[in-house]
């Protein structure tokens, strides 16, 4: 597991150097298997039961410099830096302060639980992989072929700070990897799947965008979900960092 976190560790450097060199879309590949490592190596973990409070901190430095870092510089290179100015500065900044912000709260909490605990319902804020998927729509609405729409550099700042905010705050946010598929939802999961695959290969940077937005509008139903289930305990996720608390607590961090 701790070379899953690794891989994505230094995937989450190489988008540095593809950043500076403009191949953007090579920077935006490398976030993805940032993403892909990063599910991988939490469930690795557990199912070989080596969890560890090294592998919980290694996991959330990578965190923050594949999903709040390189997301931030990517952004700066790719518009913010020529056309928005001193706003686009101050929202890269606070993008990836607010990631900081996140792994320090993650930090404290994953030393109160325990290690190992299945994955909760609901993440407190926008969790780190989600947000950085969220900031990359803008390029990729600009690199679909489809789309081939550039937003202006002040509307894509405003964005990246509403994202950063969502980060540090309390709303609770639907937990995929806490999501347990009933029967009846096997079918119309396998057609969504197979509708996914083919708008990938249509138009991977569309269907990535669109997935990354209905995630992020998804915090309504976070909201009622979590309001209906409050009073009802969980056990901790990822040994704790990304758990729903027991009655009357708030969910935990994910980095």
Same mark, same amino acid.
């Given at each position: 597991?701790?070379?899953?976190?690794?891989?994505?560790?230094?995937?989450?450097?190489?988008?540095?150097?593809?950043?500076?060199?403009?191949?953007?879309?090579?920077?935006?590949?490398?976030?993805?298997? +940032?993403?892909?490592?990063?599910?991988?190596?939490?469930?690795?973990?557990?199912?070989?039961?080596?969890?560890?409070?090294?592998?919980?901190?290694?996991?959330?430095?990578?965190?923050?410099?594949?999903?709040?870092?390189?997301?931030?510089?990517?952004? @700066?290179?790719?518009?913010?830096?020529?056309?928005?100015?001193?706003?686009?500065?101050?929202?890269?900044?606070? @993008?990836?302060?607010? #990631?900081?912000?996140?792994?320090?709260?993650?930090?404290?909490?994953?030393?109160?639980?325990?290690?190992?605990?299945?994955?909760?319902?609901?993440?407190?804020?926008?969790?780190?992989?989600?947000?950085?998927?969220?900031?990359?729509?803008?390029?990729?609405?600009?690199?679909?072929?489809?789309?081939?729409?550039?937003?202006?550099?002040?509307?894509?700042?405003? @964005?990246?700070?509403?994202?950063?905010?969502?980060?540090?705050?309390?709303?609770?946010?639907?937990?995929?990897?806490?999501?347990?598929? +009933?029967?009846?939802?096997?079918?119309?999961?396998?057609?969504?799947?197979?509708?996914?695959?083919?708008?990938?290969?249509?138009?991977?940077?569309?269907?990535?965008?669109?997935?990354?937005?209905?995630?992020?509008? +998804?915090?309504?139903?976070?909201?009622?979900?979590?309001?209906?289930?409050?009073?009802?305990?969980?056990?901790?996720?990822?040994?704790?960092?990304?758990?729903?608390?027991? #009655?009357?607590?708030?969910?935990?961090?994910?980095?």
């Amino acid at each position: 597991p701790n070379l899953m976190t690794a891989g994505a560790l230094c995937a989450g450097i190489d988008r540095f150097h593809f950043s500076i060199t403009g191949k953007f879309d090579k920077a935006m590949g490398c976030i993805a298997a +940032s993403f892909v490592l990063d599910g991988l190596d939490g469930r690795a973990a557990r199912f070989l039961r080596v969890t560890s409070r090294f592998g919980e901190v290694i996991d959330s430095i990578s965190d923050f410099t594949a999903f709040g870092v390189a997301p931030a510089f990517l952004l @700066y290179q790719w518009q913010l830096q020529k056309d928005a100015g001193v706003l686009g500065l101050l929202a890269v900044a606070l @993008y990836a302060l607010c #990631a900081a912000i996140r792994l320090a709260r993650c930090t404290v909490q994953a030393r109160k639980q325990k290690l190992g605990g299945p994955p909760g319902k609901f993440f407190q804020g926008l969790p780190a992989p989600a947000a950085a998927g969220a900031a990359l729509v803008p390029p990729m609405l600009a690199l679909s072929e489809t789309v081939a729409w550039k937003a202006p550099a002040y509307a894509t700042a405003v @964005y990246t700070l509403m994202l950063a905010a969502f980060m540090v705050s309390k709303l609770p946010m639907i937990s995929v990897k806490g999501m347990r598929i +009933s029967r009846k939802l096997v079918v119309p999961l396998m057609l969504f799947a197979g509708v996914l695959t083919i708008g990938l290969v249509r138009d991977g940077w569309l269907t990535l965008s669109a997935l990354a937005t209905l995630y992020l509008l +998804s915090f309504p139903a976070g909201w009622v979900l979590h309001a209906r289930s409050k009073n009802t305990p969980a056990p901790p996720a990822d040994g704790g960092p990304e758990a729903t608390g027991t #009655a009357g607590q708030p969910p935990a961090v994910k980095p």
